[in-house]
């Protein structure tokens, strides 16, 4: 288990580390840059953390040196040849109004997530690039065989005659109503099999390192699609997998939560309204049994009822538990992001959107906080 928690907040990079039995938070750099992912490269040690600035923009930010001092890392880029097709805004109701798709030049909005293999290193982004590094980080470059997909109308770089996506908006960035990549998933048994998940498409999959991508969305359904069963057009808020037996995938999506034990070829809906598990962002699967996941749930984007739970499956979503001791029960409306839960052996953590961190020592069945004077809490990652 990790005695040290890596949070991204709103205004910084923070650690959170043990230390004679307390956990104790420092700020640990990117003072006023929101870190929308920070992580350690497995592999390498190196430090990761995506940033984004009201007025310089996204940029990627690295430590060598175990957090002491961070420096700015080679940028991520597009072509100036990649186009994408962009739908409307939505209007006030967050209804697609009809319109032409536009082909627009693809300009970089949002470094969203990390992910790491051996000798590589991922960075998916808004609007829905995946960009690789085979160098440590030294250079990037956009992955086009998933960029020219046709789910998202092929290879448009000579134009988009005839062509439709299948890739639409999220809310998560200003701007520009544009697809993101939130979700990248590297099977440590077999690193040239990735999974990524996009808002608003679904979940892809590549077995040769990115040469080709499959859509991986049987199963899963979209409430709010005309048919529900489409092969696009789903709303995954976050995918992970177990990393000793990478056949169990969890999900949770705007829709529910869904749950694969087959690689993610089928998925089947695991939500239990009646248990509050339904709507939520973050997952975590347990890194050797992939029937125990935990998530946290929320209600139109607040606590269920004004209570923090944790949810937890140790049978593959047929029941679900809501774990609760020490955890605020009254007036308690704490957010978390997608990537704000984590997990490492018996320990999980998470932070919310009003600053607040919470850890476990015991597998969710009693928490601590740990801080409560956080910036908003983007990220929390064992490391």
Avoid at 238 to 265: E, M, R, T
Avoid at 304 to 315: E, I, K, N
Wanted: charged share 20%; with cysteine.
């Amino acid at each position: 288990m990790s005695d040290r928690i890596l949070v991204g907040t709103r205004k910084g990079t923070f650690f959170v580390e043990k230390s004679n039995g307390k956990w104790t938070p420092r700020l640990a750099g990117n003072l006023g840059g929101c870190t929308n992912s920070v992580a350690r490269d497995p592999y390498t040690g190196t430090g990761w953390a995506a940033l984004g600035f009201g007025h310089w923009g996204a940029k990627l930010s690295r430590s060598d040196d175990d957090g002491k001092t961070w420096t700015d890392a080679a940028q991520v880029k597009y072509p100036p040849d990649a186009r994408h097709l962009l739908p409307p805004m939505p209007d006030e109701n967050g209804d697609i109004p009809e319109g032409a798709v536009q082909l627009k030049p693809a300009t970089l909005l949002k470094l969203w997530v990390l992910g790491f293999g051996p000798g590589r290193v991922y960075v998916g982004t808004i609007p829905g690039g995946l960009f690789v590094s085979e160098d440590n980080g030294k250079s990037f470059a956009l992955n086009r065989p998933l960029w020219n997909h046709e789910s998202r109308g092929g290879d448009l770089s000579n134009g988009a005659e005839g062509r439709k996506t299948e890739w639409f908006g999220t809310p998560a960035s200003e701007g520009e109503f544009a697809p993101g990549i939130h979700s990248v998933v590297v099977d440590p048994k077999d690193p040239q099999r990735v999974l990524i998940a996009i808002s608003t498409a679904g979940v892809l999959e590549t077995t040769d390192g990115g040469k080709t991508w499959r859509g991986r969305n049987k199963g899963m359904t979209n409430d709010y699609l005309p048919e529900k069963e489409a092969d696009w057009g789903h709303d995954p808020h976050a995918i992970v997998l177990c990393a000793g037996d990478p056949k169990h995938v969890w999900q949770q999506n705007h829709s529910g939560v869904f749950y694969s034990d087959d690689g993610a070829a089928t998925w089947r809906k695991v939500s239990a309204p009646d248990r509050g598990v339904h709507f939520g962002f973050p997952v975590a699967v347990d890194a050797k049994d992939g029937r125990t996941a935990w998530l946290v749930s929320g209600k139109s984007r607040v606590t269920v009822d004004g209570g923090l739970f944790v949810a937890r499956t140790q049978d593959g979503g047929k029941t679900w538990e809501q774990l609760r001791n020490g955890l605020p029960q009254q007036h308690a409306y704490d957010v978390v992001y997608r990537h704000g839960l984590s997990n490492s052996g018996d320990r999980l953590a998470f932070g919310s959107t009003t600053g607040n961190l919470y850890v476990s020592e015991d597998r969710g069945d009693s928490w601590i906080t740990v801080a409560n004077n956080l910036p908003p809490v983007y990220s929390v990652c064992f490391g």
